[in-house]
């Protein structure tokens, strides 16, 4: 069994490393620890959950009813980000852009956790990730690769290792690749399951977004966990460039 994870000390020592920085210095993120999570426990209203993915998919088709998904404020200045550091955005979409396009259809449905944080995704429209803590060697931290990280990826159906492009902007722990070009796929390794108690969640902003709507974005997605267990809480801390 994993060892408990000190919340506090885990954010405190998750960092973004200056070359990332320089390359977008209005980068700002906020990390929420979220525990207590009881994963055979049934949401305390599985209602709620429908109505916040509903809501999620209705607020993607009025926003492509007005423009255009890569004109989307946030949207764009993902896509800008990913250029930066070499990525063809219309090949590998930042998750927000990929999410919005899916919802105007419907989002998928995966387990209670990964729902909630995809609607959140679309709702507030920014980029977000969860992760299992207790998978965590060490701290997260942004950074632009070397190149010789190794990322536990699915291909084919099948489990294989991937190494990041030297200088893609990468979420990383002492182990490897948790998320490779900043946030287009997550890792293997850290995903979410069903047996999840701890998850370290990161809510990725740019400019436009202001720093309240980052904030209401992370309170949303709180609220929204709370349904998961008697004594979910939560712990967060801002990370800027």
């Not at 490779?180 to 979410?192: D, I």
């Not at 904030?215 to 801002?238: H, I």
């Amino acid at each position: 069994m994993a060892e408990p994870v000190d919340a506090a000390a885990f954010l405190d020592a998750c960092r973004v490393d200056p070359a990332v920085q320089e390359l977008r210095g209005d980068y700002r993120a906020v990390l929420i620890v979220v525990e207590g999570i009881v994963p055979e426990r049934a949401p305390a209203d599985p209602g709620a959950i429908d109505a916040l993915v509903a809501a999620a998919e209705a607020h993607a088709r009025a926003l492509l009813a007005q423009l255009p998904v890569t004109e989307l404020p946030h949207i764009a200045a993902w896509r800008e980000a990913y250029q930066a550091f070499g990525a063809k955005p219309q090949r590998t979409r930042n998750s927000l852009e990929a999410l919005t396009r899916r919802a105007e259809s419907g989002l998928p449905r995966v387990n209670p956790l990964t729902d909630i944080y995809n609607a959140i995704s679309v709702l507030h429209q920014i980029p977000l990730g969860g992760e299992d803590l207790l998978a965590y060697q060490g701290p997260a931290q942004l950074v632009r690769a070397a190149g010789d990280e190794p990322f536990d990826a699915i291909a084919n159906g099948e489990a294989t290792v991937e190494y990041p492009e030297p200088g893609e902007v990468i979420w990383r722990d002492n182990a490897g690749v948790t998320c490779r070009r900043w946030n287009w796929r997550q890792g293997r390794r850290t995903a979410l399951t069903e047996q999840t108690t701890s998850a370290l969640f990161i809510c990725d902003s740019l400019a436009p977004m202001s720093a309240a709507a980052l904030a209401a974005a992370a309170d949303a997605l709180t609220a929204a966990l709370r349904g998961l267990g008697p004594d979910v809480r939560a712990t967060r801390r801002v990370v800027t460039a």
